[in-house]
Protein backbone atom coordinates (compact mmCIF):
# COMPACT_ATOMS: atom_id res chain seq x y z
CA UNK A 1 0.00 0.00 0.00
CA UNK A 2 2.77 2.45 0.94
CA UNK A 3 4.70 1.65 -2.67
CA UNK A 4 1.16 2.35 -4.35
CA UNK A 5 1.10 5.97 -2.70
CA UNK A 6 4.33 6.12 -3.33
CA UNK A 7 3.99 5.30 -6.84
CA UNK A 8 0.93 7.92 -7.72
CA UNK A 9 2.61 10.90 -5.80
CA UNK A 10 5.73 10.71 -7.93
CA UNK A 11 3.62 10.35 -11.07
CA UNK A 12 1.56 13.31 -10.44
CA UNK A 13 4.32 15.35 -9.48
CA UNK A 14 5.94 14.12 -13.26
CA UNK A 15 2.86 14.92 -14.39
CA UNK A 16 2.39 18.67 -12.88
CA UNK A 17 5.42 19.43 -14.20
CA UNK A 18 5.57 18.38 -17.64
CA UNK A 19 2.35 19.61 -18.08
CA UNK A 20 2.45 23.03 -16.21
CA UNK A 21 -1.20 22.72 -15.63
CA UNK A 22 -0.85 23.36 -11.78
CA UNK A 23 2.11 25.68 -11.44
CA UNK A 24 3.39 26.67 -8.06
CA UNK A 25 2.47 30.26 -7.30
CA UNK A 26 3.82 33.21 -4.82
CA UNK A 27 2.17 35.84 -3.16
CA UNK A 28 4.04 38.82 -5.11
CA UNK A 29 3.37 42.75 -4.80
CA UNK A 30 3.47 44.89 -7.62
CA UNK A 31 6.27 46.99 -6.82
CA UNK A 32 4.96 50.16 -8.98
CA UNK A 33 1.59 50.59 -8.05
CA UNK A 34 0.62 53.13 -5.40
CA UNK A 35 -2.51 50.66 -4.48
CA UNK A 36 -2.36 47.93 -1.78
CA UNK A 37 -4.70 45.65 -3.65
CA UNK A 38 -2.53 45.33 -6.76
CA UNK A 39 -0.95 42.43 -4.72
CA UNK A 40 -1.88 39.15 -6.32
CA UNK A 41 -0.96 35.35 -7.02
CA UNK A 42 1.77 34.77 -9.54
CA UNK A 43 3.35 31.70 -11.04
CA UNK A 44 6.96 31.06 -9.72
CA UNK A 45 9.03 30.20 -13.53
CA UNK A 46 10.85 27.70 -14.19
CA UNK A 47 13.50 27.06 -17.07
CA UNK A 48 10.73 26.95 -19.32
CA UNK A 49 9.08 30.32 -18.54
CA UNK A 50 10.04 32.72 -21.11
CA UNK A 51 12.57 35.65 -19.90
CA UNK A 52 10.82 38.95 -19.37
CA UNK A 53 12.17 41.10 -22.37
CA UNK A 54 12.49 45.27 -21.72
CA UNK A 55 9.06 47.01 -22.81
CA UNK A 56 9.92 48.65 -26.70
CA UNK A 57 9.81 52.44 -26.73
CA UNK A 58 6.02 53.20 -28.22
CA UNK A 59 7.67 56.07 -30.76
CA UNK A 60 9.14 54.03 -34.11
CA UNK A 61 11.17 56.80 -34.49
CA UNK A 62 13.58 57.12 -31.92
CA UNK A 63 15.73 59.69 -33.34
CA UNK A 64 13.27 62.34 -33.60
CA UNK A 65 14.48 63.90 -30.30
CA UNK A 66 17.26 66.56 -29.52
CA UNK A 67 20.05 63.85 -29.88
CA UNK A 68 24.04 64.24 -30.57
CA UNK A 69 23.86 61.81 -34.04
CA UNK A 70 21.55 64.76 -35.71
CA UNK A 71 24.21 66.60 -37.55
CA UNK A 72 23.08 68.23 -40.10
CA UNK A 73 23.29 71.73 -40.62
CA UNK A 74 20.56 74.07 -39.70
CA UNK A 75 17.80 71.69 -39.54
CA UNK A 76 14.39 71.92 -37.86
CA UNK A 77 13.99 70.01 -34.64
CA UNK A 78 11.29 68.87 -33.11
CA UNK A 79 12.19 66.77 -29.87
CA UNK A 80 9.60 63.56 -28.87
CA UNK A 81 8.83 63.10 -25.10
CA UNK A 82 8.80 59.98 -24.22
CA UNK A 83 6.70 56.75 -22.38
CA UNK A 84 4.01 58.09 -20.10
CA UNK A 85 5.02 55.27 -17.41
CA UNK A 86 2.59 54.86 -14.31
CA UNK A 87 0.91 57.84 -12.26
CA UNK A 88 4.17 58.28 -10.02
CA UNK A 89 6.39 58.52 -13.14
CA UNK A 90 4.33 61.05 -15.37
CA UNK A 91 1.33 63.09 -15.20
CA UNK A 92 -0.09 64.20 -18.92
CA UNK A 93 -0.31 63.07 -22.17
CA UNK A 94 2.66 60.83 -23.93
CA UNK A 95 2.21 61.96 -27.30
CA UNK A 96 5.87 63.94 -28.82
CA UNK A 97 3.75 67.68 -28.65
CA UNK A 98 2.97 67.08 -25.40
CA UNK A 99 4.63 68.23 -21.94
CA UNK A 100 5.16 65.78 -19.45
CA UNK A 101 5.87 66.23 -15.58
CA UNK A 102 8.41 63.03 -13.54
CA UNK A 103 8.70 62.71 -10.26
CA UNK A 104 12.55 61.92 -9.78
CA UNK A 105 13.26 58.34 -7.44
CA UNK A 106 16.15 57.29 -5.30
CA UNK A 107 19.17 57.02 -8.25
CA UNK A 108 17.91 58.44 -11.24
CA UNK A 109 20.20 60.47 -13.21
CA UNK A 110 19.64 63.10 -15.44
CA UNK A 111 20.68 60.81 -18.39
CA UNK A 112 18.57 58.33 -17.74
CA UNK A 113 15.20 60.59 -17.62
CA UNK A 114 16.21 62.22 -21.02
CA UNK A 115 16.74 58.46 -22.45
CA UNK A 116 13.14 57.65 -21.05
CA UNK A 117 11.36 60.63 -22.43
CA UNK A 118 14.14 60.65 -25.95
CA UNK A 119 15.19 64.70 -25.01
CA UNK A 120 18.71 65.80 -24.51
CA UNK A 121 19.94 66.42 -21.20
CA UNK A 122 20.62 69.88 -21.50
CA UNK A 123 16.21 69.93 -22.55
CA UNK A 124 15.62 68.92 -18.75
CA UNK A 125 18.40 71.26 -17.19
CA UNK A 126 17.40 74.50 -19.55
CA UNK A 127 13.58 73.93 -18.48
CA UNK A 128 14.00 73.17 -15.34
CA UNK A 129 16.67 76.33 -13.90
CA UNK A 130 18.85 73.51 -13.03
CA UNK A 131 22.71 74.10 -12.02
CA UNK A 132 24.03 71.26 -13.79
CA UNK A 133 23.35 67.58 -14.60
CA UNK A 134 23.84 66.29 -10.79
CA UNK A 135 21.30 68.78 -9.50
CA UNK A 136 18.75 66.07 -9.20
CA UNK A 137 17.12 64.77 -5.90
CA UNK A 138 14.60 62.08 -4.91
CA UNK A 139 11.25 64.17 -4.98
CA UNK A 140 12.23 66.56 -7.20
CA UNK A 141 9.24 67.20 -10.10
CA UNK A 142 10.41 67.92 -13.47
CA UNK A 143 9.29 69.13 -16.84
CA UNK A 144 9.99 67.37 -19.76
CA UNK A 145 9.42 69.96 -22.68
CA UNK A 146 9.23 68.44 -26.37
CA UNK A 147 11.80 71.72 -27.35
CA UNK A 148 11.23 72.58 -30.77
CA UNK A 149 14.95 74.24 -32.32
CA UNK A 150 17.42 74.47 -34.74
CA UNK A 151 20.43 72.02 -34.80
CA UNK A 152 23.43 74.50 -36.03
CA UNK A 153 27.09 73.61 -36.78
CA UNK A 154 28.72 76.79 -36.03
CA UNK A 155 30.38 78.61 -38.80
CA UNK A 156 33.28 81.20 -39.19
CA UNK A 157 31.44 84.52 -38.23
CA UNK A 158 28.58 83.38 -36.33
CA UNK A 159 28.39 84.89 -32.51
CA UNK A 160 25.50 84.30 -30.08
CA UNK A 161 23.95 87.32 -31.51
CA UNK A 162 24.40 86.94 -34.89
CA UNK A 163 22.11 83.48 -34.38
CA UNK A 164 19.39 84.95 -32.29
CA UNK A 165 18.85 87.37 -35.15
CA UNK A 166 18.94 84.70 -37.86
CA UNK A 167 17.15 82.19 -36.40
CA UNK A 168 14.46 84.59 -34.12
CA UNK A 169 15.60 83.18 -31.26
CA UNK A 170 17.46 84.70 -28.49
CA UNK A 171 21.27 84.94 -27.05
CA UNK A 172 20.98 84.24 -23.82
CA UNK A 173 18.85 81.36 -24.34
CA UNK A 174 21.50 79.75 -26.59
CA UNK A 175 23.91 79.66 -24.61
CA UNK A 176 22.22 78.95 -21.02
CA UNK A 177 20.92 75.82 -22.83
CA UNK A 178 24.41 74.34 -24.57
CA UNK A 179 26.49 75.28 -21.56
CA UNK A 180 28.38 78.23 -23.38
CA UNK A 181 30.12 81.04 -21.66
CA UNK A 182 28.53 83.69 -23.35
CA UNK A 183 31.58 86.15 -23.27
CA UNK A 184 33.73 83.64 -25.25
CA UNK A 185 33.75 82.90 -28.72
CA UNK A 186 32.10 80.23 -30.24
CA UNK A 187 34.24 77.24 -31.57
CA UNK A 188 33.58 76.74 -35.51
CA UNK A 189 32.40 73.38 -36.20
CA UNK A 190 31.12 73.05 -32.88
CA UNK A 191 27.17 71.81 -33.41
CA UNK A 192 25.01 73.63 -30.93
CA UNK A 193 21.00 73.75 -30.18
CA UNK A 194 18.85 76.99 -30.58
CA UNK A 195 15.87 76.67 -28.51
CA UNK A 196 12.70 78.13 -30.24
CA UNK A 197 14.92 78.81 -33.53
CA UNK A 198 12.68 79.31 -36.78
CA UNK A 199 14.13 78.69 -40.21
CA UNK A 200 12.69 81.49 -42.61
CA UNK A 201 10.92 79.96 -45.83
CA UNK A 202 13.08 81.63 -48.80
CA UNK A 203 10.00 83.13 -50.52
CA UNK A 204 6.60 83.20 -49.73
CA UNK A 205 5.60 80.63 -52.49
CA UNK A 206 7.96 78.05 -51.09
CA UNK A 207 6.62 78.45 -47.42
CA UNK A 208 2.67 78.22 -48.86
CA UNK A 209 3.81 74.76 -50.14
CA UNK A 210 5.31 73.55 -46.77
CA UNK A 211 3.77 75.31 -43.93
CA UNK A 212 1.39 72.80 -42.66
CA UNK A 213 -0.56 72.78 -39.19
CA UNK A 214 1.29 72.92 -36.22
CA UNK A 215 3.73 75.46 -37.32
CA UNK A 216 6.96 74.11 -35.12
CA UNK A 217 4.85 70.96 -33.50
CA UNK A 218 2.10 70.74 -31.36
CA UNK A 219 -0.97 71.12 -33.02
CA UNK A 220 -3.81 69.08 -34.40
CA UNK A 221 -7.56 68.98 -35.28
CA UNK A 222 -9.72 71.76 -35.13
CA UNK A 223 -12.22 71.52 -32.09
CA UNK A 224 -14.67 74.28 -33.27
CA UNK A 225 -16.25 76.00 -30.22
CA UNK A 226 -13.98 74.00 -27.62
CA UNK A 227 -11.63 76.71 -26.63
CA UNK A 228 -12.45 79.75 -25.32
CA UNK A 229 -10.75 82.97 -25.09
CA UNK A 230 -8.52 83.29 -22.82
CA UNK A 231 -8.35 86.93 -22.54
CA UNK A 232 -11.40 88.38 -24.01
CA UNK A 233 -11.02 91.71 -26.08
CA UNK A 234 -7.28 91.12 -26.48
CA UNK A 235 -5.51 91.91 -29.59
CA UNK A 236 -3.36 89.18 -31.48
CA UNK A 237 0.32 90.82 -31.61
CA UNK A 238 1.83 87.34 -33.36
CA UNK A 239 0.45 84.77 -35.25
CA UNK A 240 1.65 81.07 -35.11
CA UNK A 241 4.64 80.06 -33.94
CA UNK A 242 6.32 78.29 -31.90
CA UNK A 243 4.85 74.99 -30.50
CA UNK A 244 1.08 76.28 -31.96
CA UNK A 245 1.43 79.66 -29.98
CA UNK A 246 -0.35 83.02 -30.43
CA UNK A 247 0.65 86.38 -28.72
CA UNK A 248 -2.25 88.25 -26.95
CA UNK A 249 -1.27 91.68 -26.13
CA UNK A 250 -2.65 93.19 -22.95
CA UNK A 251 -2.21 95.34 -19.57
CA UNK A 252 0.14 93.97 -17.02
CA UNK A 253 -2.54 92.40 -14.50
CA UNK A 254 -4.81 91.30 -16.75
CA UNK A 255 -7.09 87.98 -15.73
CA UNK A 256 -5.93 85.25 -17.72
CA UNK A 257 -8.74 82.63 -17.92
CA UNK A 258 -8.43 79.13 -18.16
CA UNK A 259 -9.79 78.27 -21.88
CA UNK A 260 -11.58 74.89 -21.25
CA UNK A 261 -12.61 72.91 -18.39
CA UNK A 262 -9.27 70.41 -17.31
CA UNK A 263 -6.89 69.80 -14.59
CA UNK A 264 -4.20 71.62 -14.02
CA UNK A 265 -0.38 69.42 -14.44
CA UNK A 266 2.02 73.05 -14.35
CA UNK A 267 1.99 75.82 -12.12
CA UNK A 268 5.26 77.18 -12.40
CA UNK A 269 5.46 80.49 -10.35
CA UNK A 270 9.24 81.36 -10.51
CA UNK A 271 12.25 81.24 -12.84
CA UNK A 272 13.22 81.33 -16.64
CA UNK A 273 11.63 77.93 -17.14
CA UNK A 274 12.90 77.50 -20.76
CA UNK A 275 11.84 81.57 -21.37
CA UNK A 276 8.29 80.82 -20.21
CA UNK A 277 8.82 82.45 -16.98
CA UNK A 278 5.84 82.21 -15.23
CA UNK A 279 3.62 79.70 -16.96
CA UNK A 280 0.33 77.15 -16.47
CA UNK A 281 -0.33 73.96 -18.56
CA UNK A 282 -3.77 72.30 -18.39
CA UNK A 283 -4.65 68.81 -19.78
CA UNK A 284 -8.51 68.96 -21.08
CA UNK A 285 -10.76 66.21 -21.56
CA UNK A 286 -10.50 66.03 -25.28
CA UNK A 287 -6.51 65.06 -24.56
CA UNK A 288 -5.04 68.38 -25.81
CA UNK A 289 -2.94 70.53 -23.25
CA UNK A 290 -3.41 74.50 -23.62
CA UNK A 291 -0.40 76.34 -22.16
CA UNK A 292 -0.19 80.19 -21.02
CA UNK A 293 3.11 81.81 -20.17
CA UNK A 294 5.12 85.05 -19.19
CA UNK A 295 2.55 85.73 -16.41
CA UNK A 296 3.02 87.94 -13.69
CA UNK A 297 1.71 85.29 -11.31
CA UNK A 298 -0.01 82.16 -11.19
CA UNK A 299 -3.85 81.49 -9.85
CA UNK A 300 -4.05 77.64 -9.70
CA UNK A 301 -1.97 74.82 -8.38
CA UNK A 302 -1.15 71.33 -10.11
CA UNK A 303 -3.98 68.78 -9.84
CA UNK A 304 -6.48 71.49 -9.36
CA UNK A 305 -9.51 71.01 -11.67
CA UNK A 306 -10.52 74.43 -13.63
CA UNK A 307 -13.55 75.52 -15.38
CA UNK A 308 -14.00 77.23 -18.43
CA UNK A 309 -13.21 80.88 -17.42
CA UNK A 310 -11.85 80.82 -14.41
CA UNK A 311 -8.75 82.98 -13.66
CA UNK A 312 -5.82 80.94 -13.83
CA UNK A 313 -2.93 83.94 -13.33
CA UNK A 314 -2.57 87.57 -15.08
CA UNK A 315 -0.91 89.18 -17.65
CA UNK A 316 3.30 89.68 -17.06
CA UNK A 317 6.66 89.56 -18.90
CA UNK A 318 8.80 87.21 -17.27
CA UNK A 319 10.78 84.83 -19.12
CA UNK A 320 11.25 85.66 -22.88
CA UNK A 321 9.17 88.31 -23.23
CA UNK A 322 9.66 92.00 -24.38
CA UNK A 323 6.38 93.37 -23.01
CA UNK A 324 3.27 92.21 -21.27
CA UNK A 325 1.57 89.73 -22.84
CA UNK A 326 -0.08 86.30 -22.94
CA UNK A 327 1.64 83.72 -25.19
CA UNK A 328 -1.25 81.01 -25.53
CA UNK A 329 -0.15 77.64 -26.82
CA UNK A 330 -2.45 74.38 -28.12
CA UNK A 331 -0.83 71.16 -28.35
CA UNK A 332 -2.19 68.03 -29.58
CA UNK A 333 -5.57 70.57 -31.12
CA UNK A 334 -5.39 73.07 -33.59
CA UNK A 335 -5.16 76.80 -32.18
CA UNK A 336 -8.40 78.75 -31.92
CA UNK A 337 -7.01 81.44 -33.12
CA UNK A 338 -4.71 80.24 -35.92
CA UNK A 339 -6.70 82.28 -38.78
CA UNK A 340 -7.29 85.51 -37.08
CA UNK A 341 -5.07 88.48 -38.86
CA UNK A 342 -2.50 90.15 -36.75
CA UNK A 343 -3.45 93.17 -35.10
CA UNK A 344 -7.32 92.20 -34.49
CA UNK A 345 -9.31 91.14 -31.55
CA UNK A 346 -10.62 87.80 -32.80
CA UNK A 347 -13.20 85.73 -31.32
CA UNK A 348 -11.58 81.61 -31.02
CA UNK A 349 -13.01 79.47 -33.78
Same mark, same amino acid.
Given at each position: ?????????????????????????????????????????????????????????????????? @???? &?? *? /???? #????? =? !?? +???? @???? &?? *? /???? #????? =? !?? +?????????????????????????????????????????????????????????????????????????????????????????????????????????????????????????????????????????????????????????????????????????????????????????????????????????????????????????????????????????????????
Amino acid at each position: MLELCAALAAGFAIFTFATGSLPARAHAFWPFSTNADASTNAPIPDSKTPVLAAAVNIDPNPFKGI @ADNQ &TT *S /DNAL #VASSG =P !GG +TAVD @AVGA &TQ *S /DRIS #VYVTR =P !GD +TLSEIAGMYNVSVNTIIWANNLKGIKDVHPGDTLIILPVSGVERIVQKGDTLKSLAKKFSADAAEIAQYNGLDPTEPLEVGTTIIIPGGEIAAPTPQARASTTREPFLGGGGAAQPGYYSNPIPGAILTQSLHGWNGIDLGSARGTPIHAAANGTVIIARGGGWNGGYGNYVVIVHDNGSQTLYSHMRSVAVSPGQSVLSGQTIGYVGSTGLSTGPHLHFEVRGAANPFRNCPKGRVCAPE
